[in-house]
């Protein structure tokens, strides 16, 4: 096991509606060149395999990475799945948590979709933390502050956990429609994240996924509007979804 110089931020990047925290998270963990530290098995994830860029197949799994450089270092965890019921993601949350603890890590990211329902040009980034300290600083990141609603699944249970451990957790959040992988999203948050955390990293690979995602929500926007007044007799073209604020 990696000795960090400084107390490490863990962050988690699951895979959930969008994927736009495991695009954010798998991005960094490839410009950073992150070091393998150890993958997580469970029988509460999909009874499936994985099949990989290099055609070799994998149980599906969760992988954490570490990276440092002299002033910050950085827990990274990356996921096929979250797990398929309460208690298992509870003993996952646990887990993850067990392993960052004994590293040192003294503070938790959870990288997750704000969904609306709509497209927008610029995905906003919402955010919530444990600690008031924290909150108070989202303004100067760009993040706008969660005053209500509720959180799903890891992205909530791991920050929730994390407190009653003493450890200050932090969920951001992309403003993304819910409909598409949409990478416009993952860049916003993943931006807000290195702000935060004071790291540099090059975002040109995220930024052209960021484009191919534009051009795809263009197409559907296109499609839609090209059907245009009434689909049969009686029957109204579907309208947009409004701003549901579902929290993934």
């Known amino acids: ?3 960090f110089a400084t107390e490490p931020h863990l962050v988690c990047g699951f895979p959930g509606s969008g994927y736009v925290g495991k695009l954010a998270i798998d991005h960094l963990i490839q410009e950073l060149h992150a070091e393998h530290l150890v993958d997580i098995y469970s029988s509460s994830f999909p009874p499936q395999v994985m099949i990989r860029t290099d055609g ?7 992988s954490i990475f570490s990276w440092q450089d002299k002033e910050t270092s950085l827990l990274l965890l990356t996921g096929d799945s ?3 019921n309460p208690d298992s993601e509870y003993a996952l949350a646990e887990q993850i948590l067990d392993f960052g603890a004994r590293l040192g890590a003294k ?8 969904i609306t329902g709509v497209f927008v040009d610029k995905p906003r980034v919402f955010g919530t933390a444990t600690d008031a300290s924290i909150v108070g600083d989202f303004a100067s990141h760009g993040v706008s502050l969660m005053d209500s609603g509720s959180i799903n ?6 920050i929730g956990i994390a407190k009653l451990r003493g450890i200050k957790g932090t969920c951001l959040l992309g403003e993304t429609s819910g409909y598409v992988v949409d ?3 993952s860049k916003a948050v993943l931006e807000a994240l290195l702000s935060i955390i004071n790291v540099n990293v090059d975002m040109s690979n995220l930024e052209k996924r960021a484009k191919d995602t534009e051009m795809l929500i263009q ?6 509007s090209g059907r245009g007044g009434l689909t049969q007799e009686g029957q109204q073209q579907p309208q947009k979804p409004r701003n549901t604020g579902y929290i993934s």
């Open 183 to 185: 990478a416009k999203a």
């Open 107 to 114: 503070q938790v990211f959870t990288l997750a979709a704000y």
């Open 219 to 224: 197409t559907i926007e296109q499609q839609m």
């Open 56 to 62: 070799t197949a994998d149980l599906m799994k969760n």
């Open 153 to 158: 699944g890891m992205n909530g249970l791991v």
């Open 82 to 84: 979250q797990p398929s």
């Open 1 to 3: 096991m990696p000795k």
